[in-house]
Structure formats: structure tokens, C-alpha cells
């Protein structure tokens, strides 16, 4: 499923209308999708107000109305205008239809009749800017807003909570914190974004009758789903042996980081991979028996010590977690030397110009930075990363010719050509130590494929469910440890 800004979806329902489905149509269906969820979430509202604005989302309410009140609701409409000359056609459309039925009104809207009608009301359905908003809220409709979030009623907003713009996780102003969003067509950006996202409440998309087809070609930016993965994930033939499945290099661990050395190759043993190598200057006690060890000494020629290793052990690198900072110097001269599928982790992230021109020449590296560590990487405020992920990421990917992962809520994964997409998955309890070790290793063991993208995107959805499932058992309190044991079970659940 892909992810819309305004703009995008703007251009959606225009082909729609261009291929022949009347606008009138979709914004039927609109509000008959925000009927059927109403209903079905809130079956003992008997009383709802509709707030209805100016454009095609208060359209939308007008239907919804009209549908509540066939389905024996009584009904509430308060609108911005009551002047049909300052409405959107179809929206004025709407209004018509739902005002030819005997009983029904629609009035101005004001702060004395609002909460005369809040407090006559179970629910509010809250119709009064959708995605094209880009403006803060002022006056009359920032009071409005105000009553409406401390009325102590659900709101169900349509399409996006009133206030927002839908291309950014950035709050505009004031606005509405909404218990559930029926969003039309597609997932809109803000939806995914803190702290856009939390005004949301539970949302769910709602079909509205635009061709997939027209959603797809609209759409940039892809929301990764369990459908969506599923056709990503690892296959492993029935006669496969160790060799055929990716063999992984994990270059980590330090004498005081070696914990992360030993996370990210168990991550890459769970993850499926045929063999595992761990380069670093000791072997770990807690060091799997699975796991092979090989001794390297960064004062004494390192690179040798790893140029020796066998081709076939190392189908895939991974270098950085727990690295110590006398690795350093080394590093772009450690990427070069081999040109298998490489990820560069923690303190593998150097940024400086050799490295990124090793990094560029290489070609086949996937980066998995945190904001900071993107912030670093770009030379811009973490302030501006957190702003715009997917720009930052986006940048970040072009810049070093990689496939970015940056790590977050939601996580963003980019690719040089330009290719976005969007995991929402995960738990408040992965932000601890480790988990990120445990990613590094899963990344790994999966890229054994000609498009490092769509393999990233897979491992990135699989460690945000695996930490979820963790969670179930644990809470907040999961460690990286608990999320590398659900790593099989979030496999499974998936394939």
C-alpha cells in the first residue's frame, strides 16, 4: 500500500473522475465507509453531530449525515457556511441531498450552538478540513477545536483530524485529537508521523472506489504491510546447504562493546544465514558455538588478517556494532576490500570524505543510522532530520549511492534511485541497547538478493514485529535478547 501526500491523492481522484467515475460517486462511497465504521465502532450513539467546512471534506459529512440519519440517527449538522455559493460543487451537492429530507437542518456554526450541541450528543463526526489543509487554524475554528478536544466525547474525523496537513508529522497549529480516523483511499503521510500521528487515534483506510491501479501510479512513498512483505521474504530450497543460503562476516565488537558483536550475529544465525563469522579482537564468552571466531588485532594489519578469510564466508558483510574507535582508519579501506553486500553500522557511520567516497565506489552498502547519526552523516540540526525522515533519508541515499535505513518511528528505508518506503512496526520498548545490533544482523543474513531495497524492507517489518511479539511478554522491559527469540515467530507469522 502506498502513502499519499495531498498532492498525490489530489491527482488520484482526478484520474479517477478523467477515467470516468464521478467525483459524486466517491464521495458517496466516502461517507458511507465513515457510516459503516461508526456504526459498527459506536452501535449505542444515538446522537451524532456532523461538523461540515467549505470544500469536498465537509461533502463528505454532508453524505455521512444524510446516511446516519437513514439509519435513525439524530442527526446534528453544524457547518462553516450555510451559504451554498461558498461551498465546493460537490460538496454543495451533498448539502442539497441531505437537506430534501423531511426533519433534517443544517445551521451556521458558532461557539454557543456547538456546545449546546455537545452536550446533546454521544459522538462527533468531524468533517471540517481534509487533506488539502496547509494553513493553521485561527479564530472562531481554533475555539471550535478546542471545545470539541475537552468535550470529553469520541471524534471520528474524516480523512485526517481537522487541523493537520497530511504531508507532515509537523502540527500546524491547533487541531483536533480525534479517537478514530476513517482515512479515504490511501494512508496520508502524517498518519505515520509523530506527532501527527498520535492525533489520529486508531485509524483505518476505507475503499472508496479508485482503482488500485491509480493508487499505485499516484503514490510514491511505500507503507510496508504483511502483504506487502510477504513476497519479500527469504526462500530457502529444499536442497539448499549453508553456502547457497549467505554466508555473513560480522566485523564488530570491541573489549569494551563485545556484547553487540554477539547480538548482531545471533540476530544473523536467527535470521537464516548459512554460516556466520565473527571478526573481532577476542572471542565473547557468550558467543554462540554456532558462531566461527576469527581473531583480528587493529594494531597489527588488520586487513590482512581479513583479506585471508575465504570468499565464500563472507557471501555478505556487517560491520560496526560495538566496533572500537581504533577501527576507524581502517574503515574505508575495509570496504573496498570486498565487494559483497555490506552493512555499515553504528561506529562503521564515520562520515567523513574518504569513507564516503569508499562507500560510493562500493555501491552495495546499506547504512542504518539513527537521527543523530543521520544528522552527523548530512551535517544538518537532528532537529531537521526528525522534521522530514523521508527527505533526510531520501538525501542521505543519494549522497552515498546506498540503501539508507533510518531508524525511528516510523523507520524510513530509501534507495538511491529514488524507491521510499515507511515500517510503522515496532514497540516503545526496542529503544534500548541492542535492538538496533540485532537489526544489523538480520540485514545481513538477507541480502542475498540482486535488490538490496526490497530485502532491507522485509528485515526492517520482520525485527519491528519481532519486537512487538517480545513486548507482548515483556512490555517496555524487552530486551534486544527477547526480540531476537520472537525473530522466528514474526518469521512464520509472516510466510
Known sequence: MKLFRAAQMQAADQAAWQAGIPS???????????????????????????????????????VTARLLHLARRQVTVLSVTDDPNRLSPDAATMRRAYLAYPGVESAPLTLERL?????????????????????????????????????????????????????????????????ATVQLAGPKLASVLYPARAAFGNWEVADIGIPTSILDACGTV??????????????????????????????????????????????????????????GPERPHSLPPEVIHEAVSWASLPLDTLAALAPKRQQQRIIGPGLGDEALSYLPALIAASPAPTVLDATALAGNDLWLEAVRRHGRCVLTPHYGEAALLLQRPAADIARDPLGSAAALAEQAQA??????????????????????????????GGTGDALAGMLGAWLT???????????????????????????????????????????????
Not at 449546546?116 to 479564530?139: E, K, T
Not at 540503501?403 to 534500548?432: E, Y
Open 24 to 62: 459524486l460517486l466517491l464521495m458517496e462511497h466516502a461517507g458511507q465507509a465513515v457510516v459503516n465504521f461508526a456504526l459498527a465502532r459506536w452501535p449505542q450513539a444515538r446522537r451524532v453531530l456532523v461538523l461540515c467546512g467549505n470544500g469536498n471534506n465537509g461533502g463528505d459529512g454532508y
Open 115 to 179: 456546545d449546546s450541541a455537545l452536550a446533546q450528543s454521544d459522538l462527533v463526526v468531524d468533517a471540517l478540513f481534509g487533506s488539502g489543509l496547509n494553513r493553521p487554524l485561527a479564530g472562531l475554528l481554533a475555539e471550535v477545536v478546542a471545545h470539541l478536544n475537552t468535550s470529553g466525547l469520541d471524534i471520528l474525523s474524516i480523512d485526517l483530524p481537522s487541523g493537520l496537513s497530511a504531508d507532515t508529522g509537523e502540527l500546524l497549529g491547533p487541531h483536533v485529537q480525534a479517537t
Open 222 to 279: 511505500l507503507w510496508l504491510t504483511p502483504e506487502t512483505v510477504r513476497t519479500l521474504l527469504p526462500q530457502r530450497a529444499p536442497d539448499a546447504h549453508k553456502y547457497q543460503v549467505g554466508t555473513v562476516l560480522v566485523i564488530a565488537g570491541s573489549s569494551r562493546y563485545q556484547g553487540a558483536a554477539v547480538l548482531c550475529s545471533q540476530a544473523a544465525l536467527r535470521a537464516g544465514a548459512g554460516l556466520v563469522t565473527l571478526a
Open 403 to 432: 540503501v539508507v535505513v533510518l531508524k525511528g518511528q516510523p523507520t524510513v528505508i530509501a534507495a538511491p534511485d529514488g524507491r521510499l518506503a515507511v515500517s510503522t512496526r515496532g514497540h516503545p520498548g526496542m529503544a534500548g
Open 449 to 495: 538478493t540482486s535488490d538490496p531495497f526490497e530485502r532491507t524492507c522485509a528485515a526492517v517489518f520482520v525485527h519491528g514485529l519481532a519486537g512487538e511479539l517480545a513486548a507482548n511478554h515483556h512490555g517496555d522491559g524487552l530486551t534486544a535478547s527477547d526480540l531476537i527469540g520472537e525473530l522466528a515467530a514474526a518469521w512464520r507469522q509472516l510466510a
